[in-house]
């Protein structure tokens, strides 16, 4: 079965900081996608960045980017410049391929300092 | 935009009361699912659907059922709920398809909070 793994439960940078939010996962899969989901104090689910398995070129959105690690099954989120808003809980999911079920990491919650 | 609409942002029900929990889709999403979010455990996949009158177990379904009579409709059933099932409840449909989609993405609505006293 698959697993998600976010050893990090809580973070806190300055403003303006430069944060990696670390994942790890398990699967015998060849091909899934990957998934950084934000959810700030709102409730709401907001996809922040995905990665597709078979691509090896990191995914970028603007101050957010992955790295993406294979053969380790590692796949990090780094937020660059960040900013107040960016304070929320990050998770990080696993879509098979196969299937389309979807798991996720038990989260870690962000705190942007002024 | 896609809506994703939970009935209730908030629901306080008793023990050994049957409990429904509502989602609705406007955007013919074939794949939709449940999870329940709790402090430090994530969010945890109880049932997902394919199509109309499929389900499948998630990671954890003991104690809940589920219901997909209508393609735009997922419903999450507490056969008699218990205080371990008080959680945040979230409902989610997955557009468009993997295998191939360049931009698939789950949508969530704005979350059900369940207390059961």
Redesign the interface.
Known sequence: AQTVT?SQ?EMSVQEAETVTLSCTYDTSESNY?L?W?KQPPS???I?VI?Q?AYKQQNATENRFSVNFQKAAKSFSLKISDSQLGDTAMY?C?F?S?R?????????TRLHILP | DVKVTQSSRYLVKRTGEKVFLECVQDMDHENMFWYRQDPGLGLRLIYFSYDVKMKEKGDIPEGYSVSREKKERFSLILESASTNQTSMYLCATLWPLGRGATNEKLFFGSGTQLSVL
């Open positions: 976010q439960p996608y998934f989901y409730r709401q689910m996809l995905r597709e998770f999911a879509d391929n299937d389309d079920k979807i798991i996720f990491g038990k989260g």
